[in-house]
Structures are given as C-alpha cells and as structure tokens.
C-alpha cells in the first residue's frame, strides 16, 4: 500500500535498504499478461517479499507519457496528448490495482521533477563533453511548417512494397526504416508529401562513456548476479561497440531541451524515460536523494522485459555516470523472455490474448491468475499462455494441495473436538515430528535463497511444496475424529504443528497471493509472520481461538477452456465459432424441413401428391420465394457477417 505523507518510506541506517522499479509501461494502450509478469507483477512479488523479511523497502513505477507514439495515438483519437494521458493513466491504475500490485508509488513522467531532473543530467553531460551538436536530414512538413518524427510518416515498404508502412518500421515485414527511404512518403497529420531538409540535434557519446559503462556492468552483473538475457544483451551491444545517438527530437510532447535554439525540440523519451523513476521517486518524498544518492546504503533492483535491457544496462548507467554526481545505480536486473498467448502473439488490434481490462471479466480471483502467471514466468526462454493450463492450475495445485491442506485443518479445528481452540500440542513428540520441522526448514531456507536471488518461478515451486509437506503430515498420521479419541495428545501436536506450518505458508505464499493470504490469517485469526529464516513451529500458542474455514479456492469447470478460447481468440475464432453454429442450424433446419415433407406426404397422399414432388418443394421456389436450402444459406451468412 502506498504511503501516507506522514509515513514516506526511507532507507534506513545499518539495514539491507531496497529500491525496487518495474518498467514504466507505455501510456498509448492496454497491457497485456505478457506485460503484466514482465515488470509490474515481477516487482510486486519481489517488492512483498522483501517488506515480509523485514527490509526497508520502496516500490516505485508510473506511465511513461511522453513522445512520438502518444502524439500518434493523441492524433488517431482526436485528443491532445495529455486528455490521451489521463485517459491511459486511469486504465493502467485500474488494472494494477485489480491485478493487486502493491506499488509504493504509481506516477507519471510529465512533472515539474522530471523536468528538472532529466535537464540537470542533460546540462551536467554537455558541460562534460559528453554532448554533441550533430546536422541530420529528417523530413519536414511544408503544410504545417514541422519537421516529422518517424511514426509522423507513413508510405510504401521499400522492402516489401507495403503500402502503409511506418517512417520507424513496417508492420509487415518487421523490418526497421529511415522515413526518408519510404515509397511515396506521406505525412500523417496533413498527407502532404514531405521534404528532406537539414536541422540540428543533440547526441551523446556513447562511444565516449563505453568504458566506464563496461567498468561498471562487468562488476554489477557478477554482484548483483543479473539475469542471464540481461547479461547478454548487455555484452552484445557493448561487444558490437557504442555509438552516438540522437537524444532530442522535433516534437512539442516531452521535455524540452534546456539550449539557446532548441525551443521548439524535445529530450527523446528513450533517453528521459528511465529517468522517470527519479523523478516519480521525488514526487513521492522531498528526500528521494536519499534513495538515489545513496550506493553505500540502497541496492537498486529492476524489473523488465528482454526488450528493454539496453535502456536499463547501458543507456540510463551511462547517462549517471556522464554527469559525475554520485548515484544508486543498478544492483539487480531482472529480466523476461516473451509471454506468448495459446503459441501465437497478444494482439489488440486483432482481439487475441487477455488483456489486463479482460482478466477480471472471467469471475476469476486475481489471485489465480497471478500464481499461473508467475509459476510460468518466462525466466529463461518464452513461455505460453494455454487456457488448459490455467484450469489445470487452479483445480489441481491451488485447489487439491494447498486449499486442501489449510481447509482441513481448519476445519478440523472448527469441529466439535476443539472447538476453535488450539490444543495443547506441547505434550507429545516424536522424532517424526522432529524430521518434518527440518524438512520444513530446508524448504524454508531454499526458498529465501531463491528470492533473495530473484528466482520467482522457482520460489513459488518451493512454497508449494511447504504446502506438500503439510498434506504429506496430515496423510501419515491419519487425522480425524478416531486419532482424536484414541491418542487425543498425538492429535494435538499434530494440530499444533499443521496450524504453526498454515501459519508459515500464509507468509511464504503472501508475494504471490496476497489476497489469499489475507484470507488465511483472518481464518487463523492470527497477524502476518515475518519470514523468518528458522521456522520454530510455535507463532500459534496453545489456547488460542482461531476464525471459521472458508474455502480458499473453487472449481473451475473444464468446459470453460472452450469458452474462453473462443472470446479471447481474435476474429478467426469468433468467425470459425459463427460459421460452426450456423451450419448446425442449417442441419437442424434441414432436418427438420424433411420431417415435416415426409409428414405432408402422408397426409397429401389422398391428394395424389407424391413424396418426391414435396421433397422437390424444399430444393424449388415459386418466383420471387426463397427455397429452404437458400433461406438456410442466407442464415450462415448473417450469422458470420454479425459475428465480424
């Protein structure tokens, strides 16, 4: 939960202080699942895991808003940048917040601080020398008198002769493009052909601070142990060699260059972007330099898409170090593959894939749909969405292993034999007992091993398996109303300890499912436990009453999967689904058409009406009639078209 303004989070002295950041998702469009566990899920379970051992812990992210693309979507909407914003910003909240992200703070990048950040590096990196005035030829617009950014021109693919390529990219065959080398260039405000005519931009050396990026990386990369695509990427681009980039534009959306004749350009969002999260980071606290300036005392750890390496590894560090000032860099980074939807691709425009405003639609808890996500996070290589999966998931591992080991317990403790009350359980052991805390605690110990290295796929394996061993103690010692009876001091410990390990397992699980979670104390009637790093089995004393089970999860039927198929599978889907029902209803029709001429036969019979003559009736029509067989023909059509 976010903060009060009394209550700002700051690290603090002689403690493991974590700064945390996911990838500020771009403002112009809806994110999709694969964009959700790429950045904003993964942060969040590493942000709660670290705030449930105890750290001094601050979650920051926000909309990047500025730029080329939003000026674009502004336009196609008809809307200015800033109503396109707002309207963005909005749906963004609304899905992290269904999603239950718990960010410290969400902002946004059009601030006064974001300003005076990004232009402090800017001046800071020119005074230093690692600034240049460079002369570039870029299309320019003689109808409204503007140079074009890249997405401002659309023309014919030089390459595949598609005819409404973009100046950046062509939609269809991938490739990337110079406005200027597209076919019959047009501009996308007024269809106006565009000029190639000179003018001035400001690009920083990269080549320059190549080696202290490469000092840098080498070392943060083995100490923060960064995720094997980052490290990757990062040499690759580093091994290729850096070169200067442009890092202003001639656009009016974005942070305006602080230098004399430069009034009507603006600061590139890929080079002001990550400086979003400085400058959401002061809109949250006057001291975030106690955050940012702090190397000694903060580790930063940041969460992205394979897609955006580069930004976080060479770009946003180079830019810190090119000014000279002391700043918390990059600890951690961790990164993602591609999560893929059914072994094809997330597409908006076609319908195809869940999309965050989707996900809610289903009935479906959040919290399910964050354990799918993160147990098939795309770690090392792509991953799939599969809708069988996810049903699979919830009524198998959730509903079966760990809904049915705290149920009935719970349960068990809510019946007549203790009547809410936890038992004495301190009367009776046994070296079984004694195994299972320290096969417990081996699972414990693994699982703070792999968070505190950012294996989140691999710790949520680990805190299921908690859940196992739990269901694995319940099965061997047979606990019911007979063991109650019968050895009544046996029953207790082993009570005592499943409720002591329900205890353990709401904390362990609370990253990934807090909801959940939350669920689980209330019916254990018990506050949250920090994650400790031995489990004592002893948080729930003897005599303490504990809430009402109540289940945890529920069935999702297997018929769903076709259902949900079919509404997120785009239009092919949703046509093939049309055209299968409409067919269907043309045999019906038919069947029925002959049903009722076999009947008519038999009562025109007297009539000297033979059965071919009304069978031929349906195949035939007076002048001006539709046959059967047309009318039906015509309904498969319809229905296709409506479904279109």
Known sequence: MASTDTEKILPEEGKRNILITSALPYVNNVPHLGNIIGSVLSADVFSRFCKARGYPTLFICGTDEYGTATETKAIEEGVTPQQLCDKYYAIHSDVYKWFNIGFDHFGRTPTKQQTDISQDIFLKLYKNGYLEERTTIQPYCEQHKSFLADRFVEGECPLCQYPDARGDQCDKCGHLLDPLDLINPK???????????????????????????????????????????????????????????????????????????????????????????????????????????????????????????????????????????????????????YLNYEHGKFSKSRGIGVFGTNAKETGIPSDVWRYYLLSRRPETGDSEFEWDGFITSNNNELLKNFGNFVNRVIKFVNSKVYDSVVPDYTKYTEPYFDDHKKEANAALAQYNEELHAVKLKAALQTAMRVSAI???????????????????????????????????????????????????????????????????????????????????????????????????????????????????????????????????????????????????????????????????????????????
């Open 187 to 337: 501009c996308k405000l007024d269809g106006a052909t565009p000029i190639p005519r000179e003018t001035k931009h400001v690009f920083i050396l990269l080549d320059k601070l190549q080696p202290a990026i490469e000092e840098w990386s080498k070392k943060s990369s083995v100490e923060g142990a960064w995720s094997y695509n980052g490290k990757v990427i990062t040499e690759s681009w580093l091994n290729e060699g850096l070169k200067p980039r442009g890092i202003t534009r001639d656009l009016k959306w974005g942070t305006k260059v602080p230098l004399d004749g430069y009034d009507e350009k603006v600061l590139y969002v890929w080079f002001d972007a990550c400086i979003g999260y400085v400058s959401i980071t002061a809109t949250y606290t006057e001291e975030w330099e106690k955050w940012w300036r702090n190397p000694e005392q903060v580790k930063l750890y940041q969460f992205m898409g394979k897609d955006n390496v580069p930004f976080h590894s060479v770009i946003f560090p180079g830019t810190q170090l090119g000014t000279g000032d002391k700043w918390t860099m990059p600890n951690h980074i961790s990164t993602t593959e």
């Open 470 to 644: 739990g269901n694995k103690l319940l099965q061997d010692n047979k606990i019911d109303n007979k063991l109650a009876t019968e050895q009544p001091e046996k029953c207790a410990a082993v009570v005592g300890l499943a409720l002591n390990q329900i205890h353990l397992l709401a904390s362990l699980i609370l990253p990934y499912m807090p909801a959940t979670s939350a669920l689980i104390l209330e019916q254990l009637n018990m506050p949250p436990l920090v994650i400790p790093d031995l489990w004592e089995a002893d948080s729930i004393k003897p005599g303490h009453k504990i809430g009402q089970a109540s289940h945890l999860f529920s069935v999702i039927k297997p018929e769903k999967e076709k259902e949900w198929r079919e509404l997120f599978g785009g239009e092919e889907a949703r046509k093939a689904k049309a055209e299968k029902e409409a067919k269907a209803a043309a045999k019906k029709a038919e069947k029925e058409r002959k049903k009722a001429a076999k009947a008519t036969a038999k009562d025109g019979g007297a009539k000297g009406e033979s059965a071919e003559a009304i069978e031929k009736g349906g195949k035939e029509a007076l002048p001006g009639q539709k046959t059967a067989v047309e009318e039906v023909s015509e309904g498969v059509k319809q229905v296709v078209l409506q479904s279109s």
